[in-house]
């Protein structure tokens, strides 16, 4: 997995609440058997209309956001359904960091594991940085994990939580598998122990 | 003596095979569910790194979510190209990683989440997860069971484990008897709109009390699929003796002695007096109402008998989200939900397609025809659910009334096969989401009980089912 560096870039405001996994990529995107190409289905319904025309308002469609790699969206992003789909379109499209007052669980934890950072404010910081965002691609929004903070383009700097494993993961873009393997004799073990207490599983 | 667990406690401590200081596990699985749509992604990471999958024996397979359902499926193959390619993937990953199989010529083919508990993969203190969100539902047998994403399917394919961190107590207590008409769908509904979408966020839920208690396995199922609309990682359902009745002789539940020393473990499952939950929700059964969603958020929630609710009736960022779904659905703020007329009838789902549910329908649609006009449909969660039916006479119910009988599937609960609705058209739906677009672009979808839709298909608008019964 790619290391997550320091970022410099282009924010988008996504008020909306709720922001579903069908909205981020409807369901008659998944039946790929791979893993990239789908950024140019991401937000799909929103933005396009029927016959494939973009939608001129859509934020990510205005000149000024083409090149978003922050999106800061409203409460609840990334609910629905379990489908990594969501966060692969949304790295493909080249996000690389979502902040929102929440997430849902599955979509947070699958972000991590694709290079994406959800980083979680309260809504004050949220505001602040929404209002930041509609400033279009003068603006630069700053995210640096290292430090963890987010820095708006007038310099305001807010701090964010973020669990220590996973930060470490992500900077140094590491494979879960890969860092499991090093604990298998845990797992044998584990397994030895189960065959005698509770064979029937 | 030890401090006082919760039954999530319980089952995740048994299931903990490596800790690091953090607080991070790597939690063992029991059962490992694998679907079509979010596994190949996964068996193909295993193939490009030379692993192999870690216990095959406790890996089953089967494809649901974009086989048809149409009865000429049997001779043909799949007409979507794309579905095709991911159902054929399926199968030869099945077979080329050694893992069990239930093909789509397999009687006992059906949804993932209705086949793991039917062949008894499904007990009491496992863990459970699949590549799905609502895994929840295996919650019902007191297994702590929970969707994870393509990632977490390789991993578990790879180490038969899952890093997690624990996740927060809640308790969800439904008090007192259910009214006639009101079903496991009302309950899990009325939850979701008393939480939230968000309200379960961070939590294992574990749902209890007298009006819990009095639930079939089919009805906690129920329960239990929908945690996850309400956020909760996983959903939680102490067992009992309906619990282990319902295992007992399945084709994979334990037997002779194995059986009685799983039944002395499952038997201490259960929360001890005095654990402590971080969040209690307590709703009475007795005001429970046959419930309706409005708009395309399963919170979007209401008793039968109310009206559109004006979008300045919510706070913050709801407010806007409720106009869009009331202009998207097309409805009026102030409109009776009963004056809403439908033109398609589903019913199935993982949520609402086991024997139980198709029993609660046809005992509403019998001798009875529905609306000209409408488009009604019966998805069996499984094949063997879908024998049975034919067996008890519900099919006979279901032709007769005017509904098409299908073969099992996940059908019209997502719109990734051929019965999608069209543009505009509006659906009474025993599924668990009304998401924009989930039973097809611009689709209108109300969640409703498999009686509640019988009774719409019936009238051709929503219905209070209490009318009719
Ligand atoms: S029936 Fe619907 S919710 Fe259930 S597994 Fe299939 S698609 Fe998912």
Known sequence: MEKFEKLTGIAAPMPLVNIDTDMIIPKVFLKTIKRSGLGVNLFDEMRYDRQGNENPDFVLNKPQYRDTQILVAGDNFGCGSSREHAPWAIADFGIKCVISTSFADIFYNNCFKNGILPIVMPQEVVDVLMKDAEKGSNARMVVDLEAQTVTTSDGESFPFEVDAFKKHCLLEGLDDIGLTMNNVKDIDAFEGKMAQERPWV | MTAPKTLYDKIWDAHVAHEQEDGTCLLYIDRHLVHEVTSPQAFEGLRMAGRKVRAPEKTIAVPDHNVPTTLDRVSGVIANEESRIQVEALDKNAKEF???????????????????????????????????????????????????????????????????????????????????????????????????????????????????????????????????????????????????????????????????????????????????????????????????????????????????????????????????????????VGQKLTDIQID??????????????????????????????????????????????????????????????????????????????????????????????????????????????????????????????
Not at chain 2, 145 to 169: M, R
Not at chain 2, 348 to 354: A, I, L, P
Not at chain 2, 381 to 392: C, H, N
Request: hydrophobic residues 40%.
């Open chain 2, 344 to 469: 398609t009838v589903f019913i199935g789902s993982c949520t609402n397609g086991r024997i139980e549910d198709l029993r609660a329908a046809a005992e509403i649609l019998k001798g009875k025809k529905i609306k000209d006009g409408m488009r009604a449909m019966v998805v069996p969660g499984s094949g063997l659910v879908r024998a049975q039916a034919e067996e008890e006479g519900l099919a006979d119910i279901f032709k007769e009334a005017g509904f098409e009988w299908r073969l099992a599937g996940c059908s019209m609960c997502l719109a990734m096969n051929p019965d999608q609705l069209a543009e505009g058209e509006r659906c009474a739906s025993t599924s668990n989401r009304n998401f924009e677009g989930r039973q097809g672009y611009k689709g209108r979808t109300h969640l409703v009980s498999p009686a509640m839709a019988a009774a719409a298909a019936i009238t051709g608008h929503l219905t209070d089912v209490r009318e009719l019964m």
């Open chain 2, 98 to 332: 050694g893992v069990n199989y239930y093909p789509v010529s397999d009687i006992r083919q059906g949804i993932v989440h209705i086949v793991g508990p039917e062949q008894g993969w499904t007990l009491p203190g496992m863990t459970v997860v699949c590549g799905d969100s609502h895994t929840a539902t295996h919650g019902a047998f007191g297994a702590l069971a929970h969707g994870i994403g393509t990632s977490e399917v390789e991993h578990v394919l790879a180490t038969q484990t899952l890093i997690q961190k624990k996740s927060k107590n809640m308790k969800v207590e439904i008090t007192g008897k259910l009214k006639p008409g009101v079903t496991a769908k009302d309950i899990t509904l009325a939850v979701i709109g008393e939480t939230g979408t968000a309200g379960g966020t961070g939590y294992v839920i574990e749902y209890c009390g007298e009006a819990i208690r009095d639930l079939s396995m089919e009805g906690r199922m129920t329960v239990c699929n929908m945690a996850i609309e309400g956020g909760a990682r996983a959903g939680l359902i102490a067992p009992d003796e309906v619990t282990f009745e319902y295992v007992k002789g399945r084709p994979h539940a334990p037997k002779g002695a194995q059986w009685e020393a799983a039944l002395n473990w499952w038997k201490t499952l259960y929360t001890d007096e005095g654990a402590h939950f971080d969040k209690v929700v307590t709703l009475k059964g007795e005001e429970i109402e046959p419930v309706v969603t409005w708009g395309t958020s399963p919170e979007d929630v209401l008793p039968i008998s109310a009206v559109v609710p004006a979008p300045e009736s919510f706070k913050g960022g709801k407010v806007d989200a409720a106009k869009r779904a009331i202009e998207y659905m097309g409805l009026e």
